[in-house]
């Protein structure tokens, strides 16, 4: 069984920073692919970035491209989003999730484990 643990979230102003991190149990962390989603308040959960197994291919959600940036340490089972110049529009619950195959995807579908979320609040 899998478990992910997301850390980090917190309250910042806009254009402020924060980094998120997400620690995996299990064996098969370093031979998939790793995402971020997030869901605010009355939306549905929307992608917001992905790596592929090695970290060699890296997705991002038009709305975070160029502000986010998501890593991973196969040898500590963590991946990380470091998030820049945050917007109001970023407040949400964002969840690590853990893929199916280790090539990176948008689709939530491709994803079989999910943490239990940590909250992002950006304040105006």
């Known amino acids: 069984q899998v478990q992910l643990v997301e850390s980090g979230g917190g309250l910042v102003q806009a254009g402020g920073s924060l980094t998120l991190s997400c620690a995996a149990s299990g064996r098969t962390f370093s031979t998939t692919t790793m995402g971020w989603f997030r869901q605010g308040t009355g939306k549905e959960r929307e992608f917001v970035a992905a790596v592929s197994w090695r970290g060699l291919s890296t997705y991002y959600a038009d709305s975070v491209k160029g502000r986010f940036t998501i890593s991973r340490d196969n040898a500590k089972n963590t991946v990380f989003l470091q998030m820049n110049s945050l917007k109001p529009e970023d407040t949400a619950v964002y969840y690590c999730?853990?893929?199916?195959?280790?090539?990176?995807?948008?689709?939530?579908?491709?994803?079989?484990?999910w943490g239990q979320g940590t909250q992002v609040t950006v304040s105006s």
């Open positions: 999730a853990l893929g199916a195959f280790p090539r990176a995807t948008m689709n939530s579908d491709g994803y079989t484990f």
